[in-house]
Nanobody
């Protein structure tokens, strides 16, 4: 069983910063394709950033590019999401997710759609409001 426990959410003013944490295991950080997703009220769950297990290839959503930074801390067995210059549109529940590596025609294909993620945390609420 893969454990994913998010924390670090809260209320922040526009322009502020938060760092989200996903507690997991070193094995999870190494073996699984891992990602942050978010879901705003009334909207579909969407990917924020994903990291390939094979080579660390990282893909950010356009809305996150330049403002959010993902990192792995093997000593603490955590995945972090540093979020800067937060906007009201960033308000959502943020989820950590992990996927068994998926292969198509013998090639690893990371950062697939959300239905390819096999394990999910319960999420942490981020609210950006003045």
């Amino acid at each position: 069983q893969v454990q994913l426990v998010e924390s670090g959410g809260g209320l922040v003013q526009p322009g502020g910063s938060l760092r989200l944490s996903c507690a997991t295991s070193r094995r999870s950080l190494n073996y699984y394709d891992i990602a942050w997703f978010r879901q705003a009220p009334g909207k579909e769950r969407e990917a924020v950033v994903c990291i390939s297990s094979s080579d660390g290839y990282t893909v950010y959503a356009d809305t996150a590019q330049g403002r959010f930074t993902v990192s792995k801390d093997y000593a603490q067995s955590r995945l972090y999401l540093q979020m800067n210059n937060l906007k009201a549109d960033d308000t959502a529940v943020y989820y950590c997710a992990a996927a068994d590596p998926k292969y198509y025609n013998g090639q690893h294909r990371p950062c697939g759609p959300k239905y390819e993620y096999d394990y999910w945390g319960y999420g942490t609420q981020v609210t950006v409001s003045s």
